[in-house]
């Protein structure tokens, strides 16, 4: 539902017609879900900027699959390493704003880029596959 807000006005009217924050399971969802109907209601442009950290691959899962096929094997890596997907691509052609970073010193300025678009946008940050991103931020839970 979250997607679909994002995705359209028309969506949008029906989603917050018939939904409530509480509807949501996850509390960061809720959140999130609020914190749109709170701009909706303000008659406010309900644009998210996702950064991607784009690695190409799922490595947070390596040591897990490895585990479970005893060691690197001729078919684990199947199973977390993925062709390189252009996400600003993806983005751009569903009508979002798209930018890609291959070196750190263009972060900022995509990020510039991104929240001037006036519409949802994603910063695709090309990473190394083998560096492992922190975790994701939650906001407090209610």
């Known amino acids: 539902m979250i997607g679909a807000v ?3 006005a028309n969506a949008a009217d029906e989603v917050f017609d018939r939904l409530e924050a509480v509807d949501f399971y996850v509390p ?5 879900f ?3 109907r709170r701009l909706y209601d303000e008659n406010q442009p309900i644009d998210t900027v996702t950064v991607v950290n ?12 490895e585990a479970i096929y005893g060691g690197r094997t001729s078919g684990s890596d199947e199973l ?5 997907a252009d996400f600003a691509r993806i983005a751009e052609s569903m009508g ?3 930018a890609t970073v291959h070196r750190p010193g263009e972060l900022a300025s995509a990020l510039d880029q991104a929240f001037a678009a006036g519409r949802p946008a994603v910063v695709d940050v090309k990473t190394h596959v083998e560096g492992i991103a922190p975790k994701a931020w939650e906001p407090p839970h209610e």
Do not use: K
């Not at 784009?54 to 699959?65: F, K, T, Y």
């Not at 977390?80 to 390189?84: A, E, R």
């Open 6 to 8: 994002l995705r359209s």
């Open 28 to 32: 960061a969802h809720r959140t999130i």
């Open 34 to 36: 609020g914190a749109m």
């Open 54 to 65: 784009n690695n190409h691959s799922l490595n947070q899962e390596q040591g897990g699959v």
């Open 80 to 84: 977390w390493l993925f062709p390189d």
């Open 96 to 98: 979002c704003f798209g």
